[in-house]
């Protein structure tokens, strides 16, 4: 629960008081944030006792009288600073006109009130204040952290592209000094480690690319029945060469048809950075076994593998952006970081969730849950 100051000026004790009374237990109640705010009231005679005030300590809301003795509230506001969102005003006259009012506002007050004025009448005016404070300190809020979720990003993606680069720039000198020696056999590894690096790279740009669509909320999805048994067995194709490479089989059970709407495109993309995780991080003639089934409106995917697996306290980090596990045995593992960032968010989008349940050295299960309109 927040607390607002709040300065009352006027030169009449009566004023003050009844403003103070008023305002002791009221609270706002802002269900735009699940917050409530409460007030705590303090008080000046003058406006140059005012000015003191406010220069030691600004206040939240400032209700000052128009008329005082000696300096006037116009003169107090314009020394106070005109409206910004850290102090609103709201000027309080017994002079009430339309000219008056302008003239206030112009000169930097938020709102007018106009004397006398019942305490409801005023609890409405401080709480149109509250929530306009509240909400312009929520959003300065929100922006320092976009700010600063945009730094971690981009430092974490200039770390990332900067190991790669590296490679390949060393990889390069190597073959344009020749100092590999005359040795064609030895170039040819070099090519083929930069060529690695380069598609590790460009794989990382589509992850990017695939993830900035995803939250922006410019990705163009068309639902339409989607096979998930046939979207299976085309990225099972695709990794099946990486996979056989390595001695690593991979089974399927799903029945046909297999229906559900949902993008194509966002299914094959789930099951693709499943699939290709499970290939890079098995062992030499591992297993992979992809499910898919559709039960209650929901449709699940699992993809098992018998690899390294994970600790607990590894597997708890995943799914967020750049997230690699880095240890011995995935050191020379390369990946974007994002593969498993991108399946957790488009499950969301589809009303569902990602688990995922590994032992060390025994393998590792992902499990991806989407609600299914097509019942």
């Known amino acids: 629960m927040d607390t607002l100051r709040v300065l009352v000026v006027d030169d009449e004790l009566g004023m003050r008081m009844g403003v103070a009374r008023a305002l002791r237990d009221f609270t706002v109640s802002l269900p735009d944030i699940e917050g409530k705010v409460t007030f705590a009231t303090e008080q000046a005679d003058s406006g140059e006792s005012a000015l003191d005030m406010i220069a030691e300590a600004r206040p939240d809301i400032l209700l000052l009288d128009y008329k005082l003795p000696g300096m006037s509230g116009l003169d107090v506001l314009e020394r106070a600073g005109s409206q910004s969102t850290d102090m609103l005003t709201i000027m309080i006259t017994a002079y009430a006109s ?18 006398p004025f019942t305490p409801e009448e005023l609890r409405n005016a401080v709480r149109k204040a509250a929530q306009r404070l509240v909400l ?27 190991a790669p680069l590296g490679a390949i720039e060393g990889y390069l000198n190597i073959m ?22 380069i598609v590790g790279m460009r794989k990382m740009i589509a992850d990017l690319l695939d993830l900035t669509r ?40 799903a ?14 993309i789930i099951l693709n950075n499943l699939v290709s995780n499970a290939v890079k991080y098995n062992r030499e003639g ?25 600790t607990k306290e590894e597997a708890a980090k995943l799914f967020a952006d750049f997230v690699r596990i880095k240890n011995d045995k995935t050191k020379n593992i390369l990946g974007s970081g994002l593969g498993l ?10 009303g569902g969730d990602v688990a995922v349940s590994s032992e060390p050295d025994v393998g590792t299960t992902f499990t991806v849950r989407l609600k299914n309109e097509n019942r």
Do not use: C, W
């Open 286 to 310: 591992g297993r992979i076994d992809v499910r898919a089934a559709i039960a209650g409106g929901v449709a699940t995917i699992s993809v098992a593998d018998t690899g390294i697996g994970m």
């Open 214 to 253: 995803i939250e922006s909320g410019q990705k163009q999805r068309e639902l339409v029945p989607v096979d998930i048994r046939v979207a299976a067995e085309t990225v099972i194709a695709n990794n099946a060469p990486e996979a056989a490479a390595r001695n690593i089989t991979i089974n399927l059970d």
């Open 176 to 197: 344009k000094d020749k100092t590999a020696g005359p040795d064609s056999a030895v170039y040819e590894r070099i090519i083929d480690r930069t060529v690695v690096r």
């Open 136 to 162: 312009a300190k929520q959003a300065r809020k929100f922006a320092q952290e976009k700010r600063q979720v945009r730094f971690e990003f981009i430092s974490v993606l200039a770390h990332e592209l900067k």
């Open 98 to 115: 339309l000219e008056t009012a302008v003239t206030a506002v112009k000169s930097g007050a938020y709102d007018f009130l106009a004397k």
């Open 255 to 268: 029945q046909l048809p297999l229906l559900m709407t949902a993008d194509r495109g966002e299914i094959e």
């Open 341 to 350: 960032s991108i399946v957790k968010k488009l499950a969301t989008l589809y």
